[in-house]
């Protein structure tokens, strides 16, 4: 009997691993057999740079890292098994890792539809012009400042020792406190600063005698703190009903600010500035977000870029 039938009997019967497992070990293997015949070399002989070679060229083929790390845990553990039966002496699987699957690109809203998100306005008489008035606000201050949410659910009205953040309506900035409790300042423009003084003017209508000492900025209509979830919610409502094709939660709208800064302005330590990212290489993912942006531009402009 061969070496992998061996190792299929051992982990159907001494194991007593799923038939579907066992099955899954059997592709794998076969993977791995085919592989070590194209290279003339056995089983037992295999060394982890053909190892890396065949990882390699499952990746070239369209294998998924995910995919790879799968095959590959399955070969670790047949090695193991070799091991055991005196028949290698290291386990050429042992140290080889999968490619890592590249990170997906954060989500940001054009320029067009992030300022229709921004502009829109419930009918009158479809709204609650309390609740409109707020949330206009909070789309303003997401957008116009690249706040996180829990930076935005933390501004209380007025500064102090014991305020998390707050809005400094002369100075024009927000000041917030971020990961790690590292405080920063960032501008608020014209706009958010109009949306956030609409609101301070009738936020007291949310409130009730028992709640009439709430220093948060954003209340729900029970005169407590917004929650970050209840933002996730009305931006979500918020977004569908300004007719964009899909649902905007908070952190698109932080990327959106990010990528959109970056596209006019080229300056990624500012971005990272206004961010309050700790390493400029979390920032540099918006890099990639103005290459695409280019790329497009390139594509649907160049008189070149396509083929006819």
Same mark, same amino acid.
């Given at each position: 009997?061969?070496?992998?039938a %061996?190792?299929?009997?051992? /982990?159907?019967?001494?194991k007593?691993?799923?038939? *579907?497992?066992?099955? &899954?070990?059997? @592709? #794998?293997?076969?993977?791995?057999?085919?592989?070590?015949?194209?290279?003339?070399?056995?089983?037992?002989?295999?060394?982890?740079?053909?190892?890396?070679?065949w990882?390699?060229?499952?990746?070239s083929?369209?294998?998924?890292?995910?995919?790879?790390?799968?095959?590959?845990?399955?070969?670790?553990?047949?090695y193991?098994?070799?091991?055991?039966?005196?028949?290698?002496?290291?386990?050429?699987?042992?140290?080889?890792?999968?490619?890592?699957?590249?990170?997906?690109?954060?989500?940001?809203?054009?320029?067009?539809?992030?300022?229709?998100?921004?502009?829109y306005?419930?009918?009158?008489?479809?709204?609650?012009?309390?609740l409109?008035c %707020?949330?206009?606000?909070l /789309?303003?201050?997401?957008?116009?400042?690249?706040? *996180?949410?829990?930076? &935005?659910?933390g @501004? #209380?009205?007025?500064?102090?020792?014991?305020?998390?953040?707050?809005?400094?309506?002369?100075?024009?900035?927000?000041?917030?406190?971020?990961?790690?409790?590292?405080?920063?300042?960032?501008?608020?423009?014209?706009?958010?600063?109009e949306?956030?003084?609409?609101?301070?003017?009738?936020?007291?209508?949310?409130?009730?005698?028992?709640?009439?000492?709430?220093?948060?900025?954003?209340?729900?209509r029970?005169?407590?703190?917004?929650?970050?979830?209840?933002?996730?919610?009305?931006?979500r409502?918020?977004?569908?009903?300004?007719?964009?094709?899909?649902?905007?939660?908070?952190?698109?709208?932080?990327?959106?600010?990010?990528?959109?800064?970056?596209?006019?302005?080229?300056?990624?330590?500012?971005?990272q500035?206004?961010?309050?990212?700790a390493?400029?290489?979390?920032?540099?993912?918006?890099?990639?977000?103005?290459?695409?942006?280019?790329?497009?531009?390139?594509?649907?402009?160049?008189?070149?870029?396509?083929?006819?």
């Amino acid at each position: 009997m061969d070496l992998v039938a %061996r190792y299929l009997d051992h /982990v159907r019967f001494e194991k007593r691993l799923a038939e *579907r497992t066992v099955t &899954l070990y059997s @592709l #794998d293997l076969e993977k791995l057999t085919d592989y070590a015949a194209q290279a003339n070399v056995a089983l037992e002989a295999v060394q982890s740079t053909h190892i890396r070679r065949w990882v390699a060229q499952m990746h070239s083929g369209g294998r998924s890292g995910r995919g790879i790390a799968l095959i590959l845990s399955g070969w670790r553990g047949f090695y193991v098994w070799l091991g055991r039966q005196g028949l290698v002496t290291s386990n050429p699987v042992q140290d080889v890792r999968a490619p890592k699957a590249p990170k997906p690109l954060p989500k940001a809203l054009s320029v067009d539809d992030a300022v229709q998100l921004a502009e829109y306005h419930a009918a009158p008489d479809a709204a609650d012009p309390w609740l409109e008035c %707020r949330d206009s606000a909070l /789309v303003e201050l997401l957008y116009g400042c690249g706040l *996180r949410v829990g930076e &935005l659910v933390g @501004l #209380d009205v007025q500064a102090g020792a014991q305020a998390k953040g707050w809005i400094d309506f002369d100075g024009g900035e927000a000041h917030v406190l971020g990961k790690g409790s590292k405080r920063r300042s960032v501008p608020v423009g014209g706009k958010a600063l109009e949306a956030m003084q609409a609101w301070v003017a009738v936020r007291e209508q949310g409130l009730t005698p028992a709640t009439a000492e709430q220093t948060a900025m954003f209340i729900g209509r029970n005169g407590t703190r917004l929650t970050a979830q209840a933002v996730w919610q009305r931006l979500r409502q918020r977004s569908l009903k300004a007719g964009l094709s899909t649902p905007v939660h908070p952190h698109m709208l932080r990327h959106s600010f990010a990528s959109h800064v970056l596209q006019s302005s080229q300056d990624l330590r500012g971005v990272q500035e206004l961010l309050g990212h700790a390493n400029i290489t979390t920032t540099q993912v918006y890099t990639r977000l103005d290459f695409q942006h280019l790329a497009q531009a390139y594509d649907s402009a160049h008189p070149r870029a396509r083929k006819k």
